[in-house]
């Protein structure tokens, strides 16, 4: 994860007890664990195995009813960082989310805006023939928020597209 992403996250993290999930979290450059310091539970799912992944799998299979169950209202926090860009689902991923969500919980989100350079979710170089890859615009990130959170706010910064939005 790049230095923007991760100050970012910082920004909306806390040395609170909470329970975080982090998808798309495979440390490839980074990682927001630290950002956490005592957290009660953190997950991070990711789509490749690596050491650094609970559950190795797309986050839209993670339901109560799917084959790694986690409960509705589990997560105090969820990062949600670097994925958008990379997944043609990622408006479901956003939605599915808020079920995953406690009340008074928040989720951070970092994506490639509309100048980034492409690069590829499996190591950050070129992307690769069959992968998909495209960038965010503010509009698009607005219409996925809206109705989705009780409130949220959008920023851009540099190649950057980020927000969070809250729930309860």
Known sequence: ?????????????????????????????????DLFPNATEYVVVDLVK???VDLTADVLDLKPTGRAKLSVGQFDVIVYAEV???????????DHLTDLLADDGRCIITAAGPTRTPHSGIDGGAVRAGEHYANLTR????AALYGIGDRYVIDESGHDLRAVFWKG
Request: glycine content about 6%.
């Open 1 to 33: 994860m790049h230095p923007a992403a991760l100050d970012w996250i910082a920004r909306h993290a806390t040395d609170e007890e909470v329970r975080v999930l982090d998808v798309g979290g495979r440390d490839i450059n980074g990682t927001a664990r």
């Open 50 to 52: 690596h050491p650094s």
């Open 84 to 94: 958008a860009e990379h997944s043609p689902d990622w408006v479901d991923h956003l």
């Open 139 to 142: 509009d698009e990130l607005d």
